[in-house]
């Protein structure tokens, strides 16, 4: 029997809750078609940092290496570590090393889920940029604690990440509408997003079955809220990508309903399947988070193993769940009833 | 009688339609009120730098010096000049050299006016960082043209500059519900955004009557969509005040419905005050552009000059005006219908 490693990173609050959850689907649906799922999980995470001084231990990235996947929860829990070390020394890094470069989130209403917006036909598939820009980590602070203090930060794009996320979108933008929306700021950030730009014009020559349109990350942040039926695939820096993949979640009905996969397209690293949703702290352990994000990523991953068949399957049952009114209305349903909906439905 | 000299900048495309009209308003709301508007005004544009060279005469700045206050229109038309040649040259140094580093954005919905989302109570107050961080100008491209090139661009945040314009933030807030949002990404950007935290840190400390909660960009624009009920006063840094100012215009309604005012809260140097939305070359000069936002931009140059009467009197005609339909609905109504009823109900 076909079998698939993959490294479990339930991390911290709600993501153990959500991962437990998702991981009963996918094991089910794998067993049922065929194939099999083995699952190695680690503990890193705030608590592990606690004890251990370390969001992982020093392999763990060659540890994460051997796998074909990786299923994350939800990295953070504020209280006890600053986000800036725990999420610097766990997701932030995973994506970097495995150049886990297409952020791909999709936004659409599931069945039965009412979004905040009053027009409802959407159906948008965001690619962030997943490596570098402004999440580079590059800056630093002088005069500390003065009057004359002075903080930079610097965001660093290179022609070789600028290009494959944009080759990337292109790519998607070809096998979905035709439709590709570029988001920079070049009107006020005259390096980096004009550079951007002129290489989105650059390989919209190479694609003219693609129609390619520039927005600001401003007009773009009204424009998925006014008119959001008029996006297909939209490629954006990693926190302009950020920024909206949120906004993308909002309108979608909330964070219990956006999944995502920080893809390696090479394929010379594995990659990882993420809700987008954070650690929740407050609602941590109480079982009442949300695991349809977390199972959609499970879904992903195994589109991306090569499993569509099975893929299609998951997604089907979360429809199912939720067009029942299961899971639709954020804080309603507790995570197992939701888990039960959905595995009963898987069959 | 009581005159104020204002500098009038049309700009491009329906920057002169909306400065007009609400030129008409303004005038006429001074005299039935006992002063008047003395009005300059300067044809810096994009057609000024096709014949000049340059955006505004190299005096421009102190030539606007001089003034109680500046109206502008709106700057830049990319087919004829690039964005970052045009705004650079104009809009951007304007609020730099005259200190305007508090950009005061009002989102709540005019009576009749439908905003995209089902609920419709919220009234935002936004405070935008205007001088300096994401906008700072500061980068370089290196190996240009080449496989190997790379673009930065750095954000520079000083603490003069921070604190400024949180300590604003916290002033409005004490003067409306005594809530305050702070906007940082500190998760991801650990140089400039744990800086404007701990600054807000330390100055909750001096204003113990303002709740203070930081929110991080990402959570900020879902929550201007699913809870805007739930939010007064955000401040926010130059970049992401941007982005949630062009978010709270299309929830409440659109472009058309956005002004803003570019304070020097020192009286230093004049302000500005111009409507959020661009230049809109597709729609130049056809006499369909919404002058409501140039309207209620000119309102709060009323206040600001200590008008605060009349500039009442004027966001009353403009809600008479859109309860009864008109101008309520974006594309519907051409410009002087609207601003013959703002005039008529002014009296
Ligand atoms: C936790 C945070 C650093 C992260 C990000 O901004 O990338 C998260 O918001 C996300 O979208 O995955
Ligand atoms: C035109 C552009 C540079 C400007 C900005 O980003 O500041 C505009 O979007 C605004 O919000 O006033």
């Known amino acids: 029997m076909k079998t698939y490693k993959i490294a479990l990173l339930p991390g911290d609050g709600i993501g153990r809750d959500v991962t437990a959850a998702a991981w009963a689907v996918l094991e089910k649906a794998a067993q049922s078609n065929g194939f099999s799922l083995d699952?190695?999980?680690?503990?890193?995470?705030?608590?592990y940092y606690?004890?251990?001084?370390?969001?992982?231990?020093?392999?763990?990235?060659?540890?994460?290496?051997?796998?074909?996947?990786i299923l994350l929860g939800a990295v953070g829990w504020p209280a006890k570590v600053p986000d800036s070390v725990s999420l610097h020394?766990?997701?932030?890094?995973?994506?970097?090393a495995f150049v886990q470069y297409a952020n791909i989130r999709p936004h659409r209403l599931l069945p039965g889920v009412q979004g905040p917006l009053r027009s409802d036909g959407f159906d948008i598939l965001?690619?962030?940029e997943n490596t570098e820009g402004e999440y580079s980590g590059a800056g630093g602070r002088v005069h500390q604690g003065t009057d004359n203090e002075v903080a930079v930060e610097t965001s660093i794009f290179t022609r070789t990440g600028v290009e494959?996320?944009?080759?990337?979108?292109?790519?998607?933008?070809?096998?979905?509408?035709?439709?590709?929306?570029?988001?920079?700021?070049?009107?006020?950030q005259k390096y980096s997003m004009v550079f951007w730009d002129e290489i989105t014009q650059k390989l919209s020559a190479e694609y003219p079955d693609v129609e390619v349109t520039s927005y600001h990350i401003d007009a773009m942040a009204a424009r998925m809220v006014m008119a959001p039926d008029s996006l297909d695939v939209?490629?954006?820096?990693?926190?302009?990508?950020?920024?909206?993949?949120?906004?993308?979640?909002?309108?979608q009905g909330g964070l219990g309903f956006a999944a995502s996969a920080n893809i390696n397209p090479d394929r010379s690293a594995p990659s990882m399947f993420e809700p987008v949703h954070g650690s929740a702290p407050d609602i941590a352990h109480l079982g009442i988070a949300n695991p349809i994000a977390a199972i959609w990523s499970g879904a992903m991953m195994l589109e991306h193993l090569?499993?569509?068949?099975?893929a299609a399957r998951v997604m089907a049952s979360i429809e199912a769940t939720t067009a029942r009114g299961i899971g639709a209305i954020p804080g309603k349903d507790k995570t197992d009833v939701i888990t039960a909906s959905v595995l009963s439905v898987l069959g």
Request: proline residues 3%; glycine residues 10%.
């Open 126 to 128: 965001c690619i962030r």
């Open 89 to 96: 020394g766990l997701l932030l890094p995973i994506r970097k």
């Open 306 to 310: 090569g499993e569509a068949a099975t």
């Open 39 to 47: 699952a190695t999980s680690y503990p890193w995470s705030c608590d």
């Open 164 to 188: 494959r996320i944009l080759r990337f979108g292109f790519e998607k933008a070809r096998a979905r509408s035709g439709k590709l929306a570029s988001v920079t700021k070049s009107n006020a």
């Open 50 to 69: 606690l004890e251990n001084g370390s969001m992982m231990p020093a392999d763990g990235i060659e540890t994460l290496r051997s796998f074909d996947a």
């Open 234 to 251: 939209v490629v954006a820096s990693n926190l302009f990508g950020d920024i909206l993949t949120d906004l993308g979640a909002a309108i």
